[in-house]
Nanobody, 124 residues
Framework: VQLAESGGGLVQAGGSLRLSCAAS????????MGWYRRVPGKKRELVAA???????YYADSLEGRFTISRDKASNTLYLQMNSLEPEETAMYCC???????????????????WGQGTQVTVSS
C-alpha cells in the first residue's frame, strides 16, 4: 500500500486548507485511516481518524474546525481544516490500518502504512 498526501501549503491564520491522501496498491486490505501531524522535537499527534464504516474521531479542540472524510470509490482520504492557527503548522501525514474494528483507530501502533506527509504552514 502506498499513501500520497497533497494539498498542504502556506495559509494565513484563520484560513482553510483541504488535504488529500491517495491510496494505491493492495488497498483492499485497508480498513481504518487517520491523519497525524508532527513538529520537529515533538511527539507525533493524532489529528483525526475514520473507521471503515465511517465513524470519526477528532483530537480535543479540533472537532468543529477539522473534518475527516473518505471516498472509497477513489481510494482517497481527506482532511478539511478551517480556522487554522499558527501553532498548527506541521507536517501532516496520513496512515492506513489493516485492523478490523467498527471504531476509529487511535493507537498509533495499529497503523500499518504511512505517507511521507504534506507541509502545512500557518502564518500569523
Amino acid at each position: 500500500v502506498q499513501l500520497a498526501e497533497s494539498g498542504g501549503g502556506l495559509v494565513q491564520a484563520g484560513g482553510s486548507l483541504r488535504l488529500s491522501c491517495a491510496a494505491s496498491g493492495s488497498i483492499f486490505s485497508i480498513t481504518a485511516m487517520g491523519w497525524y501531524r508532527r513538529v520537529p522535537g515533538k511527539k507525533r499527534e493524532l489529528v483525526a481518524a475514520i473507521s471503515d464504516g465511517g465513524s470519526t474521531y477528532y483530537a480535543d479542540s479540533l472537532e468543529g474546525r477539522f473534518t475527516i472524510s473518505r471516498d472509497k470509490a477513489s481510494n482517497t482520504l481527506y482532511l478539511q481544516m478551517n480556522s487554522l492557527e499558527p501553532e498548527e503548522t506541521a507536517m501532516y501525514c496520513c496512515a492506513a490500518s489493516h485492523q478490523y474494528t467498527i471504531v476509529p483507530v487511535t493507537n498509533t501502533d495499529s497503523y500499518d502504512y504511512w505517507g511521507q506527509g504534506t507541509q502545512v504552514t500557518v502564518s500569523s
